[in-house]
């Protein structure tokens, strides 16, 4: 029964996100292929009326999936950073660095199996804007991937208190 429930909210979720992953927008036009040894990649919002969208924010994070020892922590040396669309106004996003990565150092016990894992770059939060796509312009192989997750804000203000 658990394995049913738990297959159901995963279609649930990823009929939820279809929406999101699909790089189809009227407004794609605007942007320009990607340059040479650049990709682009594509976000498509799910749509969310104008007053709706004060309440929602987009962080992109860079990273590449890579083997680690599964003790340290990991960051890539890759940033986001915000450009702007001459003509249009509108904002487009170019990944930058090398990929190279840092660690802790951490002593590895021995016979420790190595671990896949996501390991972050810097991250960016931009306003959640459903009427244009976001379009981040990636270094071609380096292995550099963009996710992104949408943090949302309870509708409620909280008065704050003399102290």
């Known amino acids: 029964m658990n394995r049913l429930i738990r297959t159901l909210l995963v279609l649930c979720h990823l009929a939820l996100a279809l929406p999101a ?3 189809d927008h009227p407004e794609l036009k605007a942007f320009p292929a990607a340059k040479e040894n650049m990709e682009r990649l594509v976000i498509v919002l ?3 009326e104008r007053g709706e969208e004060d309440g929602f ?4 994070v860079v ?10 922590n990991y960051h890539l040396g890759a940033s986001i950073k915000e450009l702007d669309l001459k ?3 509108y904002t487009y996003y170019e990944v930058s660095g090398k990929g190279q990565t840092a660690q802790t150092l951490i002593g590895v016990p021995p016979g420790a199996p190595p ?3 996501f390991v972050q770059g810097s991250s960016l939060k931009i306003r959640y804007n459903s009427r244009l796509p976001i379009v981040i312009y990636v270094p071609e192989g380096n292995g550099f991937e963009v996710r ?7 509708a409620e203000f909280k008065p704050a208190k003399k102290g």
């Open 87 to 89: 003509g249009w106004g």
């Open 46 to 48: 799910p749509h969310k």
């Open 63 to 72: 990273g590449k999936t890579m083997e680690t020892d599964g003790v340290n």
């Open 115 to 117: 671990v896949k894992k």
């Open 148 to 154: 992104y997750r949408i943090w949302s804000a309870e």
């Open 57 to 60: 924010m987009v962080e992109l």
């Open 21 to 23: 992953m699909s790089a």
